[in-house]
């Protein structure tokens, strides 16, 4: 893994690694996508498409209208409100 891509994403995630654990996690991530390597010569040419992991395609059902909270009754289990929406602690800079 390049360096300067893994200090952009311990950046965005907030992580503070040292020199040695930025080796070490570039190492790792290696390894990880070397077992990706066979991929790469494997032919998918007469492979057919797989839409479902399953095998089995899902069954879908009519939208039925049913019977919805008023904005105002869920406010009004909110802990904490702002510009008529749950106000939630800020987890991004």
Known sequence: MDK???RKIALFNKFDLSG????QIAA???RTLSL???LKKAKFTDT???????GVAPVYREDVRAKTVSREEILRQAPEQAEN???VPRVAD
């Not at 040695?20 to 080796?23: D, G, L, N, T």
């Not at 057919?48 to 399953?54: H, Q």
Request: net charge negative; aromatic share 14%.
């Open 36 to 38: 990706l390597d066979p």
């Open 85 to 87: 929406c749950f106000a």
């Open 4 to 6: 300067e891509l893994l």
């Open 48 to 54: 057919p498409i797989m839409v479902w992991a399953d």
């Open 20 to 23: 040695a654990e930025e080796e």
């Open 28 to 30: 790792e991530f290696d």
